[in-house]
């Protein structure tokens, strides 16, 4: 049983429409049969702030109006979802957000950073190594500088992955298996994309709150199988610390597919942009170079291998990300003519 949810506001249309696809079924099932493939719909939470970290957010902002704040603190790449939806969440909400960011500026804005731009978020740059040595105090210093100008600030870790932003997908999860339930089906598997373990956590947790006999894998995007083995359960650790509830991390079912992260965070292989192609193409579904064309590619590979040929129904989170193609747009030049 999931217990009761933290305060939260509501900022996502929900629930998100749950689709199936049948062609790309169709295509990648084997002689001996293999599972009807769906998408849960999460690129369509809202517009702008469209994706996976708006479930996430409605419990953070939630926290943070309870708590006074005025201002949002958060982190990520230069083409941060995360970072895109706080900024565009802080100006639905009337609150300041400064975003402590991985790089270089670049000259000119394009896709999630023109978006935060937009909305009119503040941006301070550091380079990848200070970045990583020193994001604690980064949180920190900007916490400081906004209360001496008379701010109260709630900082969110990347990802809104923590004990509180996972309760996002833990509602998710609820809502996925209703979904199904109304389709006549328990899904066997739940895939998704994973980059900071929020999600995965979530849709895990969830899943076993309420009993379903569905596995939840996380395809990575970047690290490796141990380092999401690990998050995953810290995060939902944090998450029983947070709610005074016992959860045996230890004997959690974790399940990682660390085989498609490619040549790194960000970077892709051609086959995956071959993937976004297709998935556009023959279902009219547009999905991104860094998360969810990845996780959809490694999806497509292990159907072929015959790795869920005995599942009857598999669902696939659609997890957004979809203005990170348009910064990559000269991958897709196969397309042209
Ligand atoms: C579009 C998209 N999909 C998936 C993920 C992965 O979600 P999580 O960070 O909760 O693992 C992210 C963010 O990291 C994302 O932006």
Not at 90 to 106: E, F, K, N, S
């Amino acid at each position: 049983m999931i217990p009761r949810y933290p305060p939260h506001i509501s900022l996502a249309r929900l629930p998100t429409p749950l689709q199936p696809l049948d062609r790309i079924s169709e295509k990648y099932s084997l002689p001996g049969g293999g599972p009807r493939i769906w998408v849960k719909r999460d690129d369509l939470t809202e517009s702008g702030m469209s994706g996976n970290k708006l479930r996430k957010l409605e419990f953070v902002t939630g926290a943070a109006r309870e708590q006074g704040c005025d201002t949002l603190i958060t982190c990520g790449g230069e083409q941060s979802n995360h970072c895109r939806t706080t900024a565009l969440v802080g100006a639905r909400l009337g609150m300041h957000v400064q975003l402590i960011l991985r790089g270089d500026a670049p000259a000119v804005a394009d896709g999630n950073l023109l978006l935060d731009r937009l909305a009119g978020a503040a941006t301070a740059f550091y380079p990848p190594r200070q970045f990583f040595a020193e994001l604690p105090a980064l949180f920190e210093h900007w916490k400081a500088f906004y209360a001496g100008r008379g701010h109260k600030a709630l900082c969110i870790p990347t990802g809104a992955s923590d004990g509180l932003g996972i309760w996002g997908y833990i509602a998710g999860a609820e809502e996925l298996l209703q979904d199904c339930r109304e389709r006549g089906f328990e899904p066997e598997h739940v895939v998704c994309a994973t980059g900071s373990g929020g999600t995965q956590a979530g849709l895990t947790l969830g899943a076993q709150l309420l009993q379903a006999n569905t596995r939840v894998t996380g395809y990575a995007v970047c690290d490796n199988e141990a380092y999401f083995q690990n998050k995953v359960r810290e995060d939902i650790a944090h998450w029983s610390a947070l709610n005074g509830q016992q959860v045996d991390t230890g004997a959690l079912d974790v399940h990682v597919n660390a085989d498609y992260i490619g040549p790194g965070y960000a970077v892709a292989d051609e086959p995956v942009y071959r993937a976004i192609a297709e998935a556009a193409s023959l279902e009219g579904l547009l999905l991104d170079p860094v998360y969810t064309g990845k996780a959809f590619y490694g999806l497509l590979q292990e159907l072929r291998a015959g790795r869920y040929r005995d599942c009857g129904n598999l669902v696939f989170v659609h997890t957004g990300g979809q203005f990170g193609i348009f910064p990559q747009r000269e991958k897709f030049a196969h397309l042209e003519g």
